[in-house]
């Protein structure tokens, strides 16, 4: 620490800041280190050979480092994180099998389809504080409605761009940025942006948009977003908690309307993947989703109905063809497991259980069992399709001794259904995850 401190002052001198100035960077910085084992297995079932399988363990090193901000009217910072994945078994192709496995899921591919012994990746983030409102630029890992940093893998996904957040306004956080590239869960590369099936890349995301909290029990939501020659895309939303006996019932409701930008439809690689309705690709898409959760004690039950209009898939932004499985997560409640039930005409009803075990002495402990069930998917010329999902989570978290802060995780998935081009799946993962504070 004292090396440290010694090397920021002298930083901080040479660019003609006072120590003063500069004791709130120091003071206020934070530095942590997350170890994630993870272990990812995917058993496919009406495939030839079990093509597209995945069977990988790795374990994934994320250094977190937060300054503080220079004291003064004008505050600046700098954020940083570093990366590696280290693969400890499988992933890539099975040549002696003759089986081609799903690339991208924790590791990259050698030339060759083999997965990498592993990979790093890092970025930084220069900041600035005015006030209530802070501009960032570098290395971003957003959770907005219209854009959802995916970390569901070994190490998560991250962008590159600059947002500003301000909070002015009591009660209302306005967000706005730009997103230029990306570099995908299962990569060390920068690369453009795309959609789902898209082999063009547009290094231009704009999005902005606000949270505004009503009351302590109500808040709406709007934001904009702009895929330069793929979609534009607005998104309303509204949280509402209602006290309900004993226990209380959670409204969340969200809608999104989603047109062709630019050359979307027009030219090749600028298309959609899945079906259209006019057959070139072409993004027209309406999706509203409602919500219900009850919860009493430690229990949790959700019931809520979601609906994409039958012109085109509902699509966000994505690396699409760029970077194979660049793996994206997209903002709906059916955006789970194994599947997101997003093509279009879907017809979504999904339900929730959740426990907490901490009322019968086992604090840190939570389960949660759920089930979607996905009818009226519209394909190329054919019959409607339909498709349904079955999840089971299981997370312990130790709460005290030598071993608090320690995360054990089981995530297993059941998928199937008769959508052309989809292959039923069973897929389990194991998780151990532990956050050593460093500073």
Do not use: C
Request: proline share 2%; hydrophobic share 35%.
């Amino acid at each position: 620490m004292r090396k440290t401190s010694l090397a920021l002052a002298v930083a901080a001198s040479t660019l003609g800041l006072s120590q003063v100035a500069f004791a709130d960077f120091i003071g206020d910085s934070k530095a942590s280190l997350t170890m994630r084992n993870f272990y990812f297995d995917q058993n496919t079932k009406n495939t030839t050979n079990n093509n597209g399988e995945a069977s990988e363990w790795g374990q994934g090193f994320i250094l977190n480092y937060q300054s503080g901000f220079t004291e003064g009217t004008v505050g600046f910072g700098v954020d940083a994180v570093g990366m590696l994945g280290v693969r400890l078994d499988g992933g890539g192709r099975n040549t002696k099998a003759g089986r081609d496995r799903t690339p991208g899921q924790l590791f990259p591919l050698e030339s060759d389809g083999s997965a990498v012994d592993d990979f790093s990746k890092a970025g930084a983030t220069a900041k600035v504080r005015v006030s209530k409102t802070e501009g960032r630029v570098g290395t971003l890992m957003p959770k907005l409605p219209i854009l959802v940093s995916n970390d569901g893998r070994l190490l998560p996904q991250m962008f590159e761009g600059g947002m500003i957040t301000s909070n002015e306004i009591d009660n209302l956080t306005l967000t706005a940025g730009q997103i230029e590239h990306a570099v995908s869960r299962a990569s060390s590369n920068s690369t453009g942006l795309s959609v789902a099936g898209g082999s063009e890349a547009s290094n231009k995301f704009y999005f902005a948009g606000g949270d505004w909290k009503i009351n302590s029990d109500l808040t709406a939501q709007y934001y904009y977003a702009n895929l330069e020659d793929y979609y534009k895309q607005h998104f309303a939303g509204l949280g509402h908690n209602l006290a309900l006996g004993e226990g209380s019932l959670k409204t969340d409701l969200r809608y999104f309307r989603t047109t062709s930008d630019g050359k979307n439809g027009k030219e090749a690689g600028y298309s959609v993947g899945g079906y259209t309705r006019n057959g070139n690709g072409k993004i027209d898409n309406n999706t509203w989703s409602a919500a219900f959760t009850y919860s009493l004690g430690s229990h949790a039950v959700m019931l809520g109905h979601q609906r994409v209009s039958e012109d085109s898939n509902f699509v966000q932004l994505n690396q699409g063809g760029i970077e194979g499985s660049s793996g994206a997560s997209v903002y709906l409640l059916t955006d789970r497991l194994v599947n997101s039930f997003t093509r279009a005409g879907e017809r979504t009803t999904f339900g929730q259980y959740s426990y907490d075990f901490a009322t019968l002495g086992a604090p840190g402990l939570k389960a949660s069992v759920a089930y979607l069930k996905g009818t009226n998917v519209k394909v190329a010329g054919g019959n409607d399709a339909k498709e349904w999902e079955r999840d089971i989570a299981l997370d312990y978290a130790f709460q005290d001794g030598a071993l608090k802060g320690l995360g054990l995780g089981w995530r297993y998935g059941v998928l199937r259904g008769n959508v052309p081009g989809q292959s039923d799946a069973d897929q389990n993962r194991l998780i151990v995850s532990y956050t050593l504070p460093l500073m």
